[in-house]
T-cell receptor
Framework: EAGVVQSPRYKIIEKKQPVAFWCNPISGHNTLYWYRQNLGQGPELLIRYENEEAVDDSQLPKDRFSAERLKGVDSTLKIQPAELGDSAVYLC??????????????FGEGSRLTVL | AQTVTQSQPEMSVQEAETVTLSCTYDTSESDYYLFWYKQPPSRQMILVIRQEAYKQQNATENRFSVNFQKAAKSFSLKISDSQLGDAAMYFCAYRSWSGGSNYKLTFGKGTLLTVNP
């Protein structure tokens, strides 16, 4: 079974440019998460989806970040315009009450963003 | 809000030896989950072990075991017979028992484990 797939793996952009990250969760996983992991830190939740509904986006900087999960499967996270402080690894994860145990998240390999 | 603290930024262990990674957390809840996740270099994060707070028995998974001290709010990970493949960043994480807005995982800053041959 395929895991969580993210693209691109690496992205280098100049500040003020837009960038988008794509995530395909494990098939059948209704819950999808976007986390941001700054260098030397643990991941921090940006947004959580239950199917196509964003049920927790309290940590998403809404002035420049947006996300969507059309049809409750794939998801896209967008930053526009990017700032130097946005340099980080953006992790996508998915979960299902029928896969793994309680609270277990399945992570992708992440998208590393460098803003110059 | 819950917080998770990992006081050891880096640890090292000799192959085949035992190492213990520390984690403390702060919560006012009585029911919750605790996790250790492993993040190898440039690889995805995977679950190592999980502990339900209502269980008094410490969780074990092969060479990995935890020492869960609920009153002290301490949750350490012991890796026995360390192998080169255990080298990774290890994150301690907390999740509320209830769902809703508390469904998210709260992570510590991580401990980088080096395994020396």
């Amino acid at each position: 079974e395929a895991g969580v797939v993210q693209s691109p793996r690496y992205k280098i952009i100049e500040k003020k440019q837009p960038v988008a990250f794509w995530c395909n969760p494990i098939s059948g996983h209704n819950t999808l998460y976007w986390y941001r992991q700054n260098l030397g830190q643990g991941p921090e939740l940006l947004i959580r989806y239950e199917n196509e509904e964003a049920v927790d986006d309290s940590q998403l900087p809404k002035d420049r970040f947006s996300a969507e999960r059309l049809k409750g499967v794939d998801s896209t996270l967008k930053i526009q315009p990017a700032e130097l402080g946005d340099s980080a690894v953006y992790l996508c994860a998915s979960s299902s009450p029928f896969t793994g145990g309680p609270g277990e998240l399945f992570f992708g390999e992440g998208s590393r963003l460098t803003v110059l | 809000a819950q917080t998770v603290t990992q006081s050891q930024p880096e640890m090292s262990v000799q192959e085949a030896e035992t190492v213990t990674l520390s984690c403390t957390y702060d919560t006012s809840e009585s029911d919750y989950y605790l996790f250790w996740y492993k993040q190898p270099p440039s690889r995805q994060m995977i679950l190592v072990i999980r502990q339900e707070a209502y269980k008094q028995q410490n969780a074990t998974e092969n060479r990995f075991s935890v020492n869960f001290q609920k009153a002290a709010k301490s949750f350490s990970l012991k890796i026995s017979d360390s192998q080169l493949g255990d080298a990774a960043m290890y994150f301690c994480a907390y999740r509320s028992w209830s769902g809703g807005s508390n469904y998210k995982l709260t992570f510590g800053k991580g401990t980088l484990l080096t395994v020396n041959p």
